[in-house]
């Protein structure tokens, strides 16, 4: 995934773009200099070589032609064409008007009917390429056709003083040469430009990227929470603005943070030391409204009434101070090896739930974990579905794995069989001072069990989770990972 990630990089599109740009101009512009050049030198050769089929008959033919002289102009005219590369046909005009044939095999290039019946009207000429084999490169010629025309013939006998046709076919191997030589310096030339590019391209993208990356780095270091990352600036242009704008940013977040942390600080402290204050006091009149609530007997509701609410007021206080150690980073964990079966007894047990709450899971099933905060847990899950849901309410508990294949551990679930956890209140059901009963001006709840269970499922490493069973009712799944002896050191 990151050498994915580093070839789509941005700096890899600078750089492809750049270099394609370049290899598409460059390429363009060998094309059209080929295109220009081949076209600058075929037409030179053929201009050439026309010229002088064209020089030649108007010198060698004369204007008043003696009978019987074809063979003798033939010859002279072949000897005036010949040069290197080139091949000359004299062949005689038919007398019945058709066109003249040179032998096979007198030519480099084989002539059409065509080509010679147009080359009676004058000169003509065509472009061909011969190849040995159909695989294989041809080499191109240049075919020239003529017949000397406004010349005078006897009176008597005008059949025998018709000049020869004239063939010619040139090679044009040389000019081929040539361009075979300048295709591979233009392909040296475009390698050599698109080296270039990339080189320019990889020095304009660094140039480009590194203040990117700063600010990259930069942005992960404040999302780590370093609020004191700046980055440098340098220069005036759109990414100095854009570092400057960073900076802003960050100093902004900063404060802003850094207030809000104070603010929770002293709140946090308020609470502890609210929660602290009013600890000794409630205890003692806990134990007060106890004696006076048993010494009015039936006649004493009011005194049932201050010492429940002394009691429910003295658990609140309880948990806040429970909370306040868990947000001071105070808790901490005193493991040892715990039966499940007998620790989730005993928590039943103590709080007269035993009768009302199934149990099932091996009896030897052990667990390393805090028998106080797993007892806190399981309190806290069993109440909650003894006062929120419906009976029955179950406890069921054995190994399991965190994820399939994953850590091993120990899964406790507690349900019932009630409404269920409204759909609003499913996200947010672990925060704190969160009822069931909102609308409510009072419950019996404190609304910070819930958030206490988890709280100590983290401590221990594990998860709680909540969820709606498809049969009706709430689920609270607890898992806490199989310890080893050198975690528990570490946590003591």
Same mark, same amino acid.
Not at 125 to 146: D, H, I, N
Not at 236 to 242: G, K
Not at 484 to 492: G, K, L, M, S
């Given at each position: ?16 773009a ?48 003696p ?34 044939m ?21 000169i ?23 017949r000397?025309l ?10 025998r ?21 300048? $295709?591979? =310096? &233009? ?8 080296? !270039? #590019?990339? @080189?320019? /391209?990889?020095?304009a993208? +660094? ?73 000794t ?7 007060? $409204?106890? =004696? &006076? ?8 509701? !009011? #005194?049932? @009434?201050? /010492?429940?609410?002394?009691? +429910? ?31 989730v007894?005993?928590?039943l ?24 905060r797993?007892?806190?847990i ?7 579905a ?18 399939p ?28 001072f ?49 310890r ?9």
């Open positions: 995934m990151r050498r994915l990630r580093r070839l789509t990089g941005l700096r890899v599109r600078l750089a492809a750049f270099t394609a740009v370049a290899l598409l101009s460059s390429v363009l512009a060998s094309g059209i200099s080929y295109v220009l050049l081949r076209r600058v030198m075929l037409q030179r050769a053929q201009d050439a070589v026309l010229t002088d089929v064209r020089s030649v008959l108007a010198q060698r033919t004369p204007r008043n032609l009978p019987d002289t074809e063979p003798l102009l033939a010859a002279q005219l072949k000897d005036a064409l010949a040069g290197p590369g080139r091949k000359i046909a004299a062949v005689p005009v038919p007398l019945d008007g058709s066109a003249a040179p032998r096979p095999g007198s030519l480099d290039v084989p002539v059409s009917e065509e080509f010679a019946r147009r080359a009676m009207r004058g003509v000429f065509q472009r061909l390429v011969r190849r040995s084999r159909p695989s294989l490169e041809g080499m191109p010629y240049l075919l020239v056709g003529a000397v406004g010349y005078e013939t006897t009176v008597d006998e005008p059949e003083t018709t000049p020869p046709m004239v063939f010619v076919s040139v090679s044009l191997a040389r000019e081929a040469a040539d361009l075979r030589t300048f $295709t591979r =310096v &233009l392909v040296v030339a475009d390698v050599a430009a698109l080296v !270039a #590019a990339l @080189l320019l /391209a990889l020095l993208t +660094r140039g480009v990227l590194r203040p990117v990356r700063r600010l990259g780095a930069a942005a992960r270091a404040l999302g780590q929470g370093r609020l004191d990352t700046r980055v440098r600036v340098r220069g005036s242009d759109e990414l100095a603005d854009l570092a400057r704008t960073y900076n802003h940013a960050a100093a902004a977040l900063e404060r802003t943070v850094t207030e809000l942390r104070a603010m929770e600080a002293a709140s946090r402290r308020f609470v502890a030391d609210v929660s602290h204050e009013l600890r006091p409630l205890t003692s009149m806990i134990a007060m $409204t106890d =004696v &006076l609530a048993e010494e009015a007997g039936d006649d004493g509701g !009011a #005194a049932r @009434l201050v /010492a429940e609410e002394t009691r +429910r007021l003295g658990g609140l206080v309880e948990h806040l101070i429970e909370i306040s150690r868990f947000d001071a980073g105070a808790a901490a964990l005193v493991l040892d090896d715990v039966n499940v079966a007998d620790a007894a005993g928590t047990s103590a709080r007269g739930w035993a009768d009302r709450v199934a149990v099932a899971g091996p009896a030897d099933l052990f667990v390393r974990a805090d028998p106080r797993l007892d806190v399981v309190a806290n899950l069993a109440g909650n003894l006062k929120h849901g419906g009976p029955p309410v179950s406890v069921r508990f054995g190994p399991a794995a965190r994820d294949g994953g850590e091993p551990g120990v899964r406790i679930d507690v349900a019932d069989r009630g409404p269920g956890i409204p759909d609003d209140l499913l996200p947010v059901v672990f925060d704190r969160v009822k069931a009963e909102a609308a409510r001006s009072r419950s019996e709840g404190s609304g910070l069990g819930l958030s206490i269970a988890q709280a100590n499922a983290v401590l221990h490493d594990g998860t709680l989770e909540a969820a709606n069973a498809p049969d009706g009712g709430a689920v609270f799944t607890l898992w806490l990972p199989a080893q002896a050198a975690e528990e050191e570490r946590d003591a």
